[in-house]
């Protein structure tokens, strides 16, 4: 239903630009029945105005085209270990076997609850009833405003065959890749869990690959090799003579 509503709106806006074009031929005609240079002009100059905003329009959709297949690609899962990409961060040092596969910049996402103002509240009144006598009325107590606040550290965020780490002056963490049980974007970035711990990390346009990453290197390289299965032999049956 959509793709046939989709062509009778593609022949609809064909027509209605053949229609246009030939109303233009015919009015360039006319005009030079009559010698109206003038007009021809700006017959011409709209002309190559349209043409060249069809061409930049055009342009666009190509362009637009080119980047949105260019995310899909890098957004796409990793199928084998060939496809990780291999980085130099000279702040690292690796273990023996350790390779860095990611180094970018990268933000640390912390919510608290702080007391954001204050409500309420009075020092009371003093009225004097006679001499001596004076009778005073008890102040409120102020009631406190709490609200979540996000605070952002930034550093920056490394991750290797063996490691999870976030590098920065303040609230850095690293922790063993085996050990990672969630990786999921969110709209504030990469939402990485580790047993009873998360964190949330704003990493631009990169918390789709980065994501795939981790889910490839603990599934795959990481994981935990299965137990061989015991083989019973079964004993040997006695024939009888």
Known sequence: MKKKKHGILRTIGTAFWILCILTSILGLLNMIEKK????????????????FGYWLKRRQKEKDAAEEASIQIANAPFQSISQLPTVVEPSLILSNGEICHCSIPAQRLIQKEKV????????????????????????????????KVT???????????????????????????????????????????????????????????????????????????????????????????
């Not at 709209?187 to 346009?205: R, T, V, W």
């Not at 603990?218 to 024939?239: G, L």
């Open 36 to 51: 109206d240079f003038s007009a021809i002009n700006v017959w011409l100059i709209y002309v190559f105005i349209s043409i």
């Open 116 to 147: 954001t103002g204050y409500t309420g509240g009075g020092a009371g009144v003093s009225v004097r009833i006679a001499k001596g006598i004076t009778y005073r009325t008890g102040g409120s107590a102020r009631t406190a405003i709490r609200e």
């Open 151 to 241: 605070d952002t550290y930034s550093g920056k965020f490394i991750l290797t065959n063996k490691r999870v780490i976030f590098q920065a002056f303040e609230h850095s963490f690293e922790k063993k890749q085996a050990s990672v049980t969630s990786a999921a974007t969110t709209d504030d970035g990469l939402f990485l869990q580790f047993g009873s711990q998360s964190y949330i990390l704003a990493l631009e346009d990169n918390a789709v690959r980065v994501s795939n990453m981790i889910t490839f290197l603990v599934n795959h390289v990481n994981a935990p090799e299965p137990e061989p299965v015991p083989v019973i032999e079964e004993a040997p049956v006695d024939s009888e003579e």
